[in-house]
């Protein structure tokens, strides 16, 4: 996905897709439940468990052939993301030293390697770990994992944006219900976001509205 937004201040940039994803997540937990803040959900509990379909996405088992689908890597990635977003907006507001701390990720070369391979796997373990081990989000631990992946600041924004609009989407269309249909036209929603999103080139702000109405499209001729 291209954007054409050009950002003039790196650091009040990087603030700003910060605060722009905090809204974000505040309206959506807010369509959840309107008092979400309240409610106790176990937000850490979302993200270990996210952590181990991440896992199987990106391939662990030493007994079969497994293909990793790096894409869908990603999007479990940024749903950990989401999670850790509702726990630390649960506690007070985002901070701007956690956008300093995203933005400074120096992502590793994607070499493809098994020495890399295993270390994401163990980066994911720690992260894993720290969830269950502070019943809470420790950002160092995401940010370790971010950058053995790797993946930037710039694509977890991007990434972010489009899985935030599918969660509306399923929402409005009675995913808290069952009505919701995951699989459209032999696929799951997530594969139509990822092919969606490499094909839009529109500005930040016009992307939510515009990948919305292409997701209902879809939905709909199923």
Known sequence: MTTTDSPSNPSVERYAMLQAMAAMQDSHNTLVHPHWRTQGYEYYRAMWVECAEMLDHFGWKWWKKQDGDLDQVKLELVDIWHFALSEILRKGSVQDHVADTLASIKPAAAENTQAQAEAFRLAIEQLAASCLASRSFELQPF??????LPMSYD????????????????????????EYRKLWQGREDNEHLIELLDTFAVPAADLPDALYAALQER????
């Open 219 to 222: 939905y709909s001729k199923d």
């Open 155 to 178: 694509e977890l924004f991007a990434l972010y944006i489009g899985k935030n609009v599918l969660n509306r989407f399923r929402q409005n269309n009675g995913y808290k219900t069952g």
């Open 143 to 148: 940010v370790a994992a971010m950058a053995a």
